[in-house]
């Protein structure tokens, strides 16, 4: 399995939105609404922030949405604050036979 | 409080083995899958195998196939990663999650890191 595409970064105002792509084939992103997003700080385990394309775990702000169309998934930030500064990553799932697959991961900066 | 903690990493010699544990508390441990997921210095996260909470069925990436065995002791709550013919391209911090293939990893520990060099 290959890994979903993601750009390197991204970067937003305080306030402002940002939204990171995860881009899969019709095997994994596209086949199923099996899509996860995790933000990680530096030295810190990964937190998972989206679940099934758009459910938020309890505890995750709403400023947290995801979304999907076709092989591409999305993850959009809005209200942009300092402490989303991190590093995320999608994966999906890919299939009963297939272990999934990470994306490249995405640094967010807050400017 | 859903807690799961790493342990087992450390330096070892291309070619030589380690076991990594994770002892899982706060849910029903054979309840659900498991993972370990592994991050190279400065590298982004891979998956490195799954197991059921059954131990029935298990994953691997291509890239450990072989080498690595996932294994639980549900009676214990804790999971394992043995690790054999280690090379240096292994060297990575090394995460059990809880959850499975899906992506749905709600829980993670803290990492365990493991250093393979000469």
């Known amino acids: 399995q290959s890994a979903l595409t993601q750009p390197p970064s991204a970067s937003g105002s305080p306030g402002q939105s940002v939204t990171i792509s995860c881009t899969g084939t019709?095997?994994?992103?596209?086949?199923?609404?099996?899509v996860s997003w995790y933000q990680q700080h530096p030295g810190k385990a990964p937190k998972l922030m989206i679940f099934?394309?758009?459910k938020r775990p309890s505890g995750v702000p709403d400023r947290f949405s995801g979304s999907k169309s076709g092989n591409t998934a999305s993850l959009t930030v809005s209200g942009l604050q300092a402490e989303d500064e991190a590093d995320y990553y999608c994966?999906?799932?890919?299939?009963?036979?297939?272990?999934?697959?990470f994306g490249t991961g995405t640094t967010v900066t807050v400017l | 409080e859903v807690q799961l903690l790493e342990s087992g990493g450390g330096s070892v010699q291309p070619g030589g083995s380690l076991r990594l544990s994770c002892a899982a508390s706060?849910?029903?441990?054979?309840?659900?899958?498991m993972s370990w997921v592994r991050q190279a210095p400065g590298k982004g996260l891979h998956w490195v195998s799954v197991?059921?909470?059954?131990?029935?069925?298990?994953w691997y990436a291509d890239s450990v196939k072989g080498r690595f065995t996932i294994s639980r002791d549900n009676s214990k709550n804790t999971l394992y990663l043995q690790m054999n013919s280690l090379r240096a391209e292994d060297t990575a911090v090394y995460y059990c999650?809880?959850?499975?293939?899906?992506?749905?990893?709600?829980?993670w520990g803290q990492g365990t890191l493991v250093t393979v060099s000469s």
């Open positions: 197991i059921t909470g059954s131990a029935i069925t298990t």
């Open positions: 019709s095997s994994d992103v596209g086949a199923y609404n099996y």
């Open positions: 999650a809880k959850g499975g293939s899906s992506g749905r990893l709600e829980y």
């Open positions: 706060g849910f029903t441990f054979s309840s659900y899958a």
């Open positions: 099934e394309v758009t």
């Open positions: 994966i999906s799932y890919a299939g009963a036979n297939n272990l999934g697959v």
